[in-house]
Structure formats: C-alpha cells, structure tokens
C-alpha cells in the first residue's frame, strides 16, 4: 500500500483516504436504507413495526452520530454501525456531518501512523498468518451461529 501513494503530497494522500471513507461509509449507510425498505416489503415487514424497533430507531437517532463517528476508529465495526445506521433510518443530517467527521479522522490516523503499522505488520508477519486469522474469524462466527440456533430451538 505503501507504494501505491509513495512520492504523493501528504495533504493529497489525506484528502484522497477521506474522499474514500466518506464514500465507503455513506454507500454502506444506503445499503442499510435499501435492506430496511426490501424488508417492508417481504413477509417480515411487521416485525420492522415492532415498539423494540422504534425505540431503537429513537436511541440511533439521539446517539447514533457519535457511534458513526468513533467507528471510524474501530477495526470491523464501521460498515455493521453505519449500515445499521442506514437500517434503523437515522436522518441523513446526522449521519452526514458524523461520517464526515469520522472519515476525517480515519484519514489523519491511517496517513500519519496508519501506514506505519500495516508496513510493520506486513514486513513481519508470513502471509500466511492472514488466512489463519481469516479461517479463526469464521469458525468463531459460525460457531456462534450454531450455538444461538441451538438455544433458540430449546
């Protein structure tokens, strides 16, 4: 990756890593949006009616900016907080300025010591090592799905 923006000015790096956050993030926030209106329209649109739903949709609404924000500082957590965010319709005039923002400093810590890290990782670690993490997330995953799908049948 390193590369990929060797020799570029840092404040074009930082603007072009923003450009790409925010549009990551606001295009996941739309994925979230069509999710929620695909599923009025199929046989479990009454559960998106439920009161737990539109106590959820208020609590997005009064807190979900600095959710979208923070995630920004998170590994694997900012596509599921702003796709959600999409999901349960938090109004796009707190998303916006909360994506924006959370791009912004995504962009500063991945230009600055960002790229440090992943050079580091990446100049240590065999590749291998990836699939093995890789493999471990989705045997957590599925394992969890068992479990839950065990419980629910008991």
């Given amino acids: ?14 603007v072009a890593f923003w450009a790409g956050a925010t549009a990551r993030g606001t295009a996941t926030y ?9 599923g009025g329209r199929t046989r479990w649109a009454h ?11 208020r609590f997005v609404r009064r807190v979900g900016p600095p959710a979208v924000t923070l995630g920004f500082l998170t590994v694997g957590l900012q ?11 938090m109004p796009l005039r707190r998303f916006l300025p ?14 600055t010591v960002g790229m440090a ?10 590749w291998w090592w ?6 471990l997330v989705v045997a957590v995953v599925l394992g969890a799905h068992r479990v839950r799908r065990a419980a629910a049948r008991s």
């Fill in 30 to 38: 739309w994925v979230g949006r069509g999710v929620r209106a695909g």
């Fill in 79 to 89: 596509s599921a907080i702003n796709a959600s965010s999409g999901m349960l319709r």
């Fill in 47 to 57: 559960h998106l009616e439920r009161p737990a739903v539109a106590r959820a949709e």
């Fill in 117 to 126: 890290v992943v050079d580091a990782a990446l100049g240590r670690l065999p």
């Fill in 130 to 135: 990836l699939l093995v993490a890789a493999g």
């Fill in 1 to 14: 990756m390193r590369d990929l923006v060797d020799g570029w000015p840092f404040w074009v790096v930082l």
């Fill in 98 to 111: 909360a994506v924006v923002l959370g791009a912004l400093l995504w962009a500063l810590v991945y230009t």
